[in-house]
């Protein structure tokens, strides 16, 4: 996709479920003790990207399209 | 709210059964799992603890106890620790051809989960196991005080059992740990490397004040709240496979698989969790006004989440969602275990640490899956040919009113050493 995708660090606990879904995309930032996007979370695959926001536990990862809207869900909620 | 602190009358009482639902409420930011609001000192035997601390005391709390939750660690605990001290253990634990598998699984389970703690114990000492799986069980009995039938009683025994605890564990590790630390911060070589725990980590960083952690007895809990998280359900979930399992059509065949092949004994476990969650009613209280899945929930209300009629929504798990069928399909995008190790801020820690990654619908999994501590447990019973025992009975926890919860589980096995493996 292209787009934005981001981590509140205020919001982030470091559960680190975001990284084992998608490591390129993801990594925890020891000294902050949260997770912080790196350059190709923005290419990253849509569905694994929508499936790391729902497991993350504190809501904390935002993902937008190209002109600033989020991406709704497409098939993990049924 | 009573006079006491203690909430014992509702607003309403709600409950949700359906799988979005309950996930809508686990996420809801007024919805509370506090139920007590006296101090530790007045009564409340959970006063301060991570399991029902909010906003950004939680947050910070779990920042650092994360850290004893990441991958790399999870494969060391169960490629190089655990394999070794189970079989060590399983020998001198499978004394007789009849045993209590219940019990077994608590010593199995209580060693990494003191040294993912921070207690100083000696693995081979079944002897101090015991007893702290004993004190694990009075823990235990706490965490569901909602759910007991005598709270008084449950609330005597922890906190007898928290000063033990302190006693003879914590604050022996605590000596060895601050004196690392000191020396660690001023920069003098240390001859022990610096253990990597929870109670470490609340050590390095107990003055930053989000974390409150000023009391010692706060650090004293928090290190018993991981000790009897790793531990009991674990050694619960343990059982309840095995119950499943006795319980199949194919039960010999299921086992010899399980023995055989540690992704399929990962799914039983998985397959397990959905059907027996150590919590089935996750309970919540409303702090404020709120609305749940278009619910409306006034302040004080009780909200029962009713986690075994949502993991059996035929919607997620397909047909006969009931049945024990750890080759049963999940799509991408819903965990095996449903909803029981909850969701939102407050899901357990240490889901990885018992039940591993989730299994991917393919059923190939990397080189660096983890499997969680449970499925190796199973395996290793399975191996060493684990059978009911048609002489005794299993009996249930009665002391409280969770279904999903042994006290004695009796079971005879085939051979005390190993046999299979892939």
């Known amino acids: 996709m292209t787009g934005r995708v981001s981590v509140d660090p205020e919001l982030c606990i470091g559960s680190g479920d975001c990284v084992r879904l998608l490591p390129d995309a993801f990594m925890i930032d020891e000294s902050l003790g949260v997770a912080v996007t790196l350059p190709p979370a923005a290419v990253a695959d849509r569905a694994l990207l929508l499936r790391a926001r729902r497991s993350c536990p504190t809501q904390a990862i935002d993902v937008t399209d190209e002109s600033g809207d989020q991406v709704r869900d497409e098939g993990t909620d049924r | 709210m009573s006079e006491t602190g203690v909430l014992t009358t509702y607003t309403a ?9 309950i996930r809508a409420a686990l996420f809801d ?21 991570v399991s029902v601390a909010h906003g950004s005391t939680h947050r910070a709390r779990r920042r650092i106890e994360n850290t004893q939750f990441r991958a790399d660690v999870l494969r060391l605990y169960e490629r190089e620790l655990f394999p070794r001290v189970m079989d060590e253990l399983l020998d001198v634990l499978l004394d007789a051809d009849e045993v209590d598998l219940f019990p077994i699984g608590e010593l199995l389970s209580v060693v990494l989960a003191a040294r993912r703690a921070g207690i100083d114990h000696d693995a081979g000492a079944v002897d101090q196991l015991r007893t702290l799986v004993r004190h694990v069980d009075a823990f235990s009995q706490g965490s569901a005080i909602l759910d007991a039938k005598d709270p008084d009683a449950v609330r005597a025994l922890v906190r007898a059992s928290y000063e033990e605890f302190e006693r003879e564990f914590v604050r022996p590790s605590w000596a060895r740990r601050a004196a690392l630390l000191t020396r660690d911060a001023s920069g003098e070589p240390n001859d022990d490397e610096l253990p990597q725990d929870i109670l470490t980590v609340l050590l390095r960083h107990r003055s930053g004040p989000a974390l409150d952690l000023g ?16 531990t009991h359900t674990s050694a619960q979930t343990l059982v309840n496979a095995v119950d499943l399992m006795f319980g199949s059509p194919d039960a010999i065949a299921q086992l010899e698989r399980a023995a055989a092949d540690t992704l399929f004994a990962q799914r039983a476990v998985q397959e397990t969790l959905r059907l027996r969650p150590t919590t089935p009613k996750m309970k919540r209280r409303a702090e404020q006004d709120t609305l749940v899945a278009g619910t409306a929930v006034p302040k004080d209300a009780l909200v029962v989440l009713d986690v075994v009629s949502a993991n059996r929504d035929p919607r997620l798990f397909g047909e006969r969602p009931g049945e024990f069928d750890p080759d049963r399909a999940v799509d991408a995008g819903v965990n095996r275990w449903g909803l029981s190790f909850g969701a939102g801020p407050h899901q357990c820690p240490g889901r990885s640490v018992g039940g591993g990654f989730p299994v991917p619908g393919t059923f190939q999994v990397d080189d660096d899956h983890v499997y969680g501590l449970v499925a190796l447990e199973l395996q290793a019973v399975a191996r060493r040919g684990v059978r009911p025992d048609p002489t005794r009975s299993p009996e249930r926890d009665t002391r409280t009113e969770r279904f999903t919860r042994w006290s004695h589980y009796p079971v005879r096995f085939e051979r005390r050493r190993p046999t299979g493996g892939e």
């Open chain 2, 215 to 230: 009391d010692d007895g706060r650090i004293v809990r928090e290190v018993a709240t991981y000790l009897q998280g790793g």
């Open chain 2, 13 to 21: 009482t709600i409950v949700f059964d359906r799988y979005e639902d």
């Open chain 2, 29 to 49: 930011a007024e919805l509370s799992r506090t139920f007590d609001k006296r101090s530790y000192e007045d009564g409340n035997i959970r006063s301060g603890i």
